[in-house]
């Protein structure tokens, strides 16, 4: 009987959501039948090499998974190596597809977001946000090839990709969530404005102001969800979403770090090359990730309606580096950013 084979595929059971049959759908992720899913889930077949690293790769878990290796080794899944447009296009999937995936498991599922750079899901609710990001990444950070020549006026989100990008925001607001955010929060986007401005990428006053005035709507969307307690839809704009805690830090972090809880299981998303992200299911990480989290929050203040002052203080601040930069844009002047 192969035990470590019974605990990892234990690992994946937890992943298929309660509506869905175990056994069916392994049977159809491995390309067996019942009989022989039961077999392996009952350590009476080993499963083979690749019969293992499709259940890894479909499930999002490592295959370190189980083991004492867990404890020192751990496994990160990167995605696929982004080279041009099209692989572009499948790391905005891979992020539906995650955000699908944890949405399933419901009130079960709690993610926390410490946010070096404000939470990426909000910007798939604004379009000039998201051409900013995409534009900015995809010709600054990645030197993509097909848009060497592209100007910020001409690129453009294919209508296609705003149905998926818009479900990705639903997804986001269905998952309860926990959103840890620092001074810095908003620096790296305001830094990315000004570099596209000031080289010329961005020469139309218009399509830099859109994005200033969209980072303000984001502060009047941010008061309402801490107010309420609840995430805003983004079909109706309603704050009927999942729950929401908003906790701001005065420490500072390195890199925006995702970890979710579903259920017996828990996920550590890292990010990683400006704006790619590595993932891993393994135990001990989490559980260090998790550790690391409470301890911020400890030393972070939870703002809403008892905290009204403080929660007004910081989205002031916000408002202030969005106006250096509106005043650098407009007048020409200094910004400290």
């Not at 990426?120 to 950070?141: R, V």
């Not at 009047?220 to 995430?231: A, C, F, H, L, N």
């Not at 409470?294 to 929660?311: C, E, H, I, T």
């Amino acid at each position: 009987m192969f035990s470590k084979q019974i605990e990892f595929l234990k690992l994946v059971q937890d992943r298929i959501p309660e509506h869905l049959n175990a056994v069916e759908t392994l049977s159809v992720v491995l390309g067996i039948g019942n009989d022989s899913t039961y077999r392996r889930l009952r350590g009476e077949t080993a499963l083979t090499y690749e019969e293992s690293f499709k259940l890894a790769d479909h499930f999002g878990l490592s295959m370190d998974s189980v083991g004492i290796d867990a404890l020192k080794r751990v496994d990160f899944d990167a995605g696929i190596p982004i080279a041009g447009i099209d692989d572009y296009e499948a790391h905005t999937n891979r992020i539906m597809d995650r955000m699908l995936r944890f949405e399933n498991h419901g009130s079960n599922s709690h993610m926390y977001y410490f946010a070096l750079d404000f939470p990426l899901f909000y910007i798939y609710q604004y379009p000039s946000l998201l051409k900013l990001k995409s534009f900015y990444w995809g010709q600054s950070i990645l030197g993509l090839s097909e848009m060497a020549n592209l100007s910020y006026h001409d690129y453009t989100i294919p209508t296609e990709s705003h149905k998926r990008d818009l479900e990705i925001m639903r997804s986001y607001s269905a998952i309860p969530s926990t959103e840890i955010w620092t001074n810095s929060s908003y620096v790296a986007t305001l830094k990315q404005l000004q570099y596209c401005w000031e080289t010329g990428m961005i020469n139309e006053q218009k399509d830099a102001l859109d994005v200033l005035n969209e980072l303000e709507e984001l502060l009047r969307v941010m008061r309402i969800q801490s107010d309420t307690g609840k995430k805003i839809n983004p079909i109706t704009g309603e704050p009927t979403g999942a729950d929401f805690n908003w906790y701001i830090s005065d420490l500072s972090v390195g890199n925006n770090a995702v970890h979710i809880r579903s259920q017996n299981n828990s996920h550590t998303f890292l990010s990683f090359n400006t704006f790619n992200f590595i993932e891993t299911s393994n135990s001990a990480f989490n559980k260090q990730t998790k550790n690391w989290l409470d301890n911020f929050l400890k030393r972070s203040l939870r703002v809403g309606p008892v905290a009204m002052g403080k929660r007004d203080q910081y989205l002031n601040k916000l408002t202030g580096q969005i106006d250096s930069i509106r005043r650098a844009i407009l007048s020409e002047e200094e910004t400290l950013l």
